[in-house]
Structure formats: C-alpha cells, structure tokens
C-alpha cells in the first residue's frame, strides 16, 4: 500500500496563505507525476495543479497565478504554495501520484486535508 502524506492545510482568512506538503516513497515519487486536487463538499474532486518528473507544470484556471506547484526530489516531497486564497477555495485537498503501467494509468492518492479559507 503506497502511502502519500499531506500536511499544511488549515483554516486562514480570506486573501492568506497556506503551503501545502505531500511526501511520497522515493521509488513512487522518482517516476511519478504529482499532482494536487481538491473536492468541496457537493461537488467533483478536480485538479489544482500537476508536475512531472522533469519539472513541467499545468494548472487550473481556477487557481492559476495564485498557486505555485514544486517538488523536492531530494527530499520525495512535493509542495503546493497557495496565497489570496478565497472562500471558494475551501475543500479537501488531495496529493496525487500517477505513473503509466503500460497503458494504464496507476494512481496513488494521500488522505486528504482540509483547506478552510473564511471570508
């Protein structure tokens, strides 16, 4: 069982910041494609942001220029820096690690931690 560990979420006002963490196994995290979602309560899980092995990131509109997405390889850990967070960005967040098995695409997920942001 493939554990990914989230930390740093919490509750902060409306326009501050919060670094979220996720640490991965260094033999997941070496080939995987990392990722942030999230899901408020009544919708869809939906992505934040990815980032691949090599450093190449995408993100979602929603967040664009208000997230930054980085990993640590030394360290097998992966950060998510939000800042003017908004009350629409409430939800569980979720780390997320994906490699392609075959065609197939294998996904690890971490627990999920809560992203409160008040108005």
């Known amino acids: 069982q493939v554990q990914l560990v989230e930390s740093g979420g919490g509750l902060v006002q409306a326009g501050g910041s919060l670094r979220l963490s996720c640490a991965a196994p260094?033999?997941?995290?070496?080939?995987?494609?990392m990722g942030w979602y999230r899901q408020a309560p009544g919708k869809q899980r939906e992505l934040v942001a990815t980032?691949?092995?090599?450093?190449?990131?995408n993100y979602a509109d929603s967040m664009k220029g208000r997230i930054t997405i980085s990993r640590d390889n030394a360290e097998n850990t992966m950060y998510l820096q939000m800042n003017s967070l908004k009350p629409e960005d409430t939800a569980v967040y979720y780390c997320?690690?994906?490699?392609?098995?075959?065609?197939?695409?294998?996904?690890?997920w971490g627990q999920g931690t809560q992203v409160t942001v008040s108005s």
């Open positions: 980032i691949t092995t090599g450093g190449s990131t």
């Open positions: 997320n690690a994906y490699r392609w098995q075959v065609s197939t695409r294998v996904n690890y």
């Open positions: 260094r033999n997941i995290f070496n080939i995987a494609t």
